[in-house]
């Protein structure tokens, strides 16, 4: 069995709701319904994404990338 891989987020400073990706804002929903579609998503939580452990490289920068183009939301992202 491999470890889990995450994806973190860090928010926009003016971004001030504590719950994140769950909050109730509609593009937050909308991006949340998003981003589980892509493959080997375990959960979101507010601040983190949580993918299988055999994830290929390829899909965790296409999806850092997509949240990167999320600039009214994410500030970074970083792959842990």
């Known amino acids: 069995m491999t470890t889990p891989r995450s994806l973190r987020l860090r928010f926009q400073a003016d ?35 949580s993918l299988e452990g055999g994830t290929d490289p390829k899909t965790i920068e296409t999806v850092v990338r997509f949240l990167e183009r999320q600039q009214w939301l994410v500030k970074a992202v970083d792959v842990e």
Do not use: K, N, S
């Open 15 to 49: 971004w001030t709701d504590a719950r994140g990706l769950l909050a109730a804002d509609p593009r937050v929903r909308t991006l949340t319904r998003v981003l589980v579609t892509y493959p080997d998503v375990r959960h979101i939580v507010p601040d983190r994404i």
